[in-house]
Nanobody
Framework: QVQFVESGGGLVQAGGSLRLSCVAS????????IGWYRQAPGKQREFVAR???????NYADSVKGRFTISRDNAKSTVYLQLNSLKPEDTAVYYC??????????WGQGTQVTVSS
């Protein structure tokens, strides 16, 4: 069974930083592109960042230059470094397969709250 477990969220002030972790299981981790997504209250889930098997990365325009995605295949873990956080970044952050057709299951996510 595919499973993603997110952690590392918390409450920070604007301008602060957090490091999120995502441990995956039930997939061949090293060959899959993994993405981070987020959902704010009253809004749809949106793409944040992705990293493929060759460690090529892509970011949403809203986070480009502030967030960094990375992966450690030995630990089946994807990270998201969030810097220069803004209140608009407040959301529940999820990780999952980057392929739309592969995103069958979602974890509980981790809450990121940025105060003014």
């Amino acid at each position: 069974q595919v499973q993603f477990v997110e952690s590392g969220g918390g409450l920070v002030q604007a301008g602060g930083s957090l490091r999120l972790s995502c441990v995956a299981s039930g997939i061949t981790f090293s060959t899959n592109a993994i993405g981070w997504y987020r959902q704010a209250p009253g809004k749809q889930r949106e793409f944040v960042a992705r990293i493929n098997s060759g460690e090529t990365t892509n970011y949403a325009d809203s986070v480009k230059g502030r967030f960094t995605i990375s992966r450690d295949n030995a630990k089946s873990t994807v990270y998201l470094q969030l810097n220069s956080l803004k209140p608009e970044d407040t959301a529940v952050y999820y990780c999952n397969l980057a392929s739309f057709l592969g995103r069958h299951y979602w974890g509980q996510g981790t809450q990121v709250t940025v105060s003014s």
